[in-house]
Nanobody, 121 residues
Framework: VQLQASGGGLVQAGASLRLSCVAS????????LGWFRQAPGKEREFVGG????????YYANSVKGRFTVSGDKAKNAVWLQLNNLQSEDTAVYYC???????????????WGQGTLVTVSS
């Protein structure tokens, strides 16, 4: 599975962004497309994911209520809506593919190139 993420940029605190990820290659309804982020000097962390079977997204506690994952299997696309962005949300955001419903990066086997989100305060 190949992944292409886009939509990052420089915004002020309180603003919103919508990140997009398009997948190509073979993948199935039981698989997951997830979002991770890595801030400078920090470990990569899970943000949110969507397993097509069941259709309910799931999130890291740190972003619940502000970030929303949605997707369209017919378009092979998943989106991450970022609302009320804060400086601590500054990071490179990655989309990734897993055969499992997981928050653990080691279970994701394909990664996009990342898109940078910078939030100025």
């Amino acid at each position: 599975v190949q992944l292409q993420a886009s939509g990052g940029g420089l915004v002020q605190a309180g603003a919103s962004l919508r990140l997009s990820c398009v997948a190509s290659g073979q993948w199935f309804n039981t698989h997951t497309l997830g979002w991770f982020r890595q801030a400078p000097g920090k470990e990569r962390e899970f943000v949110g994911g969507l397993t097509w079977t069941g259709g309910l997204p799931y999130y890291a506690n740190s972003v619940k209520g502000r970030f929303t994952v949605s997707g369209d299997k017919a378009k092979n696309a998943v989106w991450l809506q970022l609302n009320n962005l804060q400086s601590e949300d500054t990071a490179v955001y990655y989309c990734a593919h897993s055969k499992a419903t997981s928050m653990i990066s080691q279970t994701y086997d394909s990664w996009g190139q990342g898109t940078l989100v910078t939030v100025s305060s």
